[in-house]
């Protein structure tokens, strides 16, 4: 099955700074890999996603990109602010998979 | 709300005790998945659903775990005889499948589950 690697497990940035958080995969058939970020206490929120068909990805100040090749593929923040504080995961899967497979998660913290 | 719910948001049982948790997707929704997450790490697939039919088990489904979809709508899973490694939180995910493939899953607020 799938495998997924995060790095880091924690991130500490100062506000207005960027933040990378960086996954890796094993399968070669994934072409999905979603982001989630999950507050202490609440639910897992999808924030973006990329599919294989496109190497990059961008919502305000977020972004994505993935390598194919190097079956990599990594979430930017620009500009972080103390609410982006929380859990990251990061996720692959395929299509025609019924499941994600998550990494296990890198906590970042906005410092102010 | 539209998203999606599940019930209760606490849980904490006796050991050997049975314990149901229900999942109410987004109503247009055609897949819903069960997922376990223990602290520090990120969500495990469990098992799901396309409208009432199981189709897929995790192999860390044990036996004493059921899930049910009875009308494609709501969801139960049941953990008999529970475990003190049965605590975590349990997550429910609903999504909206068609022959385009994978499509975005969204997850409710969990049931955290303390076995004693």
Known sequence: GENVEQHPSTLSVQEGDSAVIKCTYSDSASNYFPWYKQELGKRPQLIIDIRSNVG?????????????????FSLHITETQPEDSAVYFCAASWTGANNLFFGTGTRLTVIP | DTGVSQDPRHKITKRGQNVTFRCDPISEHNRL??????????????????????????????????????????ST????????????????ASSLAGAGGTYEQYFGPGTRLTVT
């Open chain 1, 56 to 72: 990059e990805k961008k919502d305000q100040r977020i972004a994505v990109t993935l390598n194919k090749t190097a079956k990599h």
């Open chain 2, 33 to 74: 998945y069960w997922y376990r997450q223990t602290l520090g790490q990120g969500p495990e697939f469990l098992t799901y659903f396309q409208n009432e039919a199981q189709l897929e088990k995790s192999r860390l489904l044990s036996d004493r775990f059921s899930a049910e979809r009875p009308k494609g709508s709501f």
């Open chain 2, 77 to 92: 899973l049941e953990i008999q005889r529970t475990e003190q490694g049965d605590s975590a939180m349990y997550l429910c």
